[in-house]
């Protein structure tokens, strides 16, 4: 059925304009209007820079607030859908709560009422097409300019000029067409009038997947009088239900959080519907009360409408409020939370990379979600428990104790802990690099992909380590036995001081420390290598044992500087303002020991010969 769908859907349009030019008319003023929301939509892209992304994820502090941007947003940018699909993307990267994501929901819901009354206050009773055309002429002139602020409002001034001109087609087409047909001849009065004409407002709008093309429409159509007051009603009733889908079709994509969210808006517009459904003659009335009392005329049915369709959905909201907490409960329990899989990517989807803001912080989370899995899997690798040596007063103490072999396949563990998720980091990271994303944000995109590498060698480098490790850390074997509990100790604790610089608020994390640690590990390196001298002069230590130590220590502190460089590139904020102090306070890279070759390769077997020569002549 759904391959059959478009095909017959534009054999309709083309034989509804073979019968009626005036149907050309109607249909050109809805692409128009559909046309002018998009340029809209994408103004306020631009324009805002993510501004609209920022306000969203400081408004879901509290359910008034949230409801106040769900409301204020709607309003300015027409589109209660965009807002949905933005506030999916925002809960999918885990950025709201979703009580705050259901209480924009509701806020948006009120705001898409504001549409109704620019078109039947402004758009019906002034000749606005007069406006359309120097507006739109403006707005190309500006839509060339390189300036993305100039760009933004010229998308911004295209949308408002093509709006105009859509609602101005409609009418006209509309007031054309009553000379030819009558539609008010197929007005349905009583119950099956709101039934036949609410589903009629809910499939246009899946169609348009607008409600606010959906009461345009049905506005102009009102004001040509082709379609009775009752039916209209109706109409705005199946709009606010329509409007659900694209809030569903963003799901799809989403996690369960959004799938949750989506849910929420089916259910709240859904019940908001039949509430006014079944209230239809009380609420009518007072339309006609409120009317009167701000001085709409009795005749005036699409101020009327308006005044309608704000009482619903307000009473909506009013509804639903005290039964927020029993909504979110029955959405927890609807769509269950699916047990954590470590292997498979948390925040990556394709709800989350359509907003700049999101795909960057929902990236961010998922490199944690790596490093969190690399943790566990470099600490078995050296027999240690994350438990032991997280809470441990002496990380070294945690080494010299812990003999017991970890029952783990390092190969198998590094395989679908490590590098499913890295894939999927590299691809997603791919995806962002084609969109049309800021420099700033594609570089720190780009950047999260590096640290995400980084972790990913140290992974590698442990690997190399786990045989020797379980050879001569399993049961002392005397200085080989010390040699590695060194190596242990001093991975564990690169990892324990990241841990504590995850948990040190954002604008207390220094390079310093960073540079410190460097250092350190230069310093332990040259340290290692004159005891392997001691041990080989004593006879403490064969020259082939010598040789795998001298190896494996390329491996360790190869791996340990991964760890630091991503530590760095994570962690510390490039615009900080004191940056440019630490910058001149840091270590000169002489100060750190040894330079490493370009590519910091985990081994370098030049260097493990000379070494290996240097260490058997000393003997």
């Not at 701000?294 to 409020?321: C, P, Q, R, S, W």
């Amino acid at each position: 059925m759904i391959k059959y769908y478009l095909p017959v859907a534009i054999g309709a349009i083309l034989i509804a304009f073979w019968a009626s030019p005036d149907v050309q008319v109607i249909a050109a003023g809805i692409a128009i209007f559909l046309f002018g929301m998009l340029m809209l939509e994408d103004g306020f892209k631009l324009l805002g820079g993510g501004t609209l992304e920022r306000m969203l994820q400081r408004a879901t502090k509290s359910v008034s607030r949230s409801l106040l941007f769900g409301f204020v947003s709607t309003s300015l940018l027409q589109s209660s859908s965009l807002v949905s699909v933005i506030t999916i993307s925002f809960l999918s990267a885990g950025l709201i709560s979703l009580i705050g994501g259901v209480g924009i929901i509701f806020g948006a819901n009120i705001g898409t009422t504001t549409g109704a009354w620019l078109v039947a206050g402004l758009g019906l009773k002034v000749n606005i097409a007069s406006y359309a055309m120097p507006i739109i002429g403006i707005s190309i002139i500006l839509v060339f300019q390189k300036s993305k602020v100039l760009r933004g409002i010229g998308y911004v001034f295209g949308g408002l000029g093509f709006l105009f001109l859509g609602i101005h087609y409609m009418k006209e087409g509309f007031d054309a067409f009553k000379d030819q047909v009558d539609l008010i001849r197929f007005a349905l009065p009583g119950f099956w009038g709101l039934l036949v004409y609410c589903l009629l407002g809910t499939v246009a709008t899946v169609i348009m997947q607008s409600s606010h093309a959906t009461m345009v429409l049905t506005l102009t159509a009102l004001a040509a009088s082709q379609i009775s007051y009752d039916n209209a009603l109706a109409l705005a009733i199946g709009a606010n239900i329509g409007t659900t889908i694209t809030a569903i079709i963003g799901s799809i994509s989403a996690n369960f959080q959004g799938k949750r969210l989506a849910l929420a808006h089916l259910i709240f517009n859904t019940a908001t519907a039949l509430v006014a459904l079944v209230c239809i003659v009380p609420l009518r009335e007072l339309v006609d009360l409120i009317s009167g009392a701000v001085g709409i005329g009795a005749e005036d049915y699409t101020l009327k409408l308006a005044v309608f369709h704000t009482i619903f959905n307000v009473l909506g909201v009013l509804l639903m409020l005290p039964l927020m907490q029993r909504l979110i409960t029955f959405l927890e329990r609807s769509i269950v939370e699916p047990t954590p899989d470590v292997s498979q990517p948390r925040y990556l989807n394709d709800a989350v990379d359509d907003f700049p803001q999101t795909l960057e912080i929902a990236l961010r989370k998922e490199v944690l979600h790596l490093y969190d899995n690399a943790m566990t899997v470099i600490l078995h690798g050296l027999n240690l428990h994350r438990q032991d040596v997280l809470g441990a007063k002496s990380v070294a103490e945690v080494v010299r104790n812990s003999r017991t072999p970890t029952d783990m396949d390092i190969e198998e563990s590094y395989q679908r802990k490590i590098k499913t998720l890295y894939s999927a980091i590299v691809e997603f990271s791919t995806r962002v690099g084609e969109k049309r994303v800021e420099p700033d944000v594609a570089e720190r995109v780009y950047a999260l992909r590096d640290v995400s590498g980084d972790i990913v060698q140290a992974v590698k480098s442990v690997k190399h380590l786990r045989k020797n490790v379980l050879r001569y850390t399993v049961r002392p074997t005397g200085s080989a036995t010390d040699l590695y509990d060194g190596l242990r100790t001093e991975i564990a604790r690169i990892l324990v001081e990241i841990q504590k610089l995850e948990e040190t608020d954002p604008e207390e994390r220094s390079t310093l420390w960073l540079d410190q640690e460097r250092a350190q590990i230069e310093e332990d390196a040259q340290t290692a290598a004159r005891r392997v001298e001691e041990f080989i002069r004593k006879g403490q230590l064969t020259p082939a044992a010598a040789t795998s130590f001298l190896n494996d220590s390329d491996y360790a502190y190869s791996a340990m500087r991964k760890l630091i460089e991503a530590a760095r590139t994570f962690y510390i904020e490039r615009d900080n303002a004191m940056a440019e102090v630490e910058r001149l306070l840091a270590l000169e890279e002489e100060e750190l020991g040894e330079s490493r070759s370009e590519n910091d390769k985990p081994s370098n077997e030049a260097s493990s010969k000379k070494r290996h020569r240097k260490v058997v002549e000393s003997k």
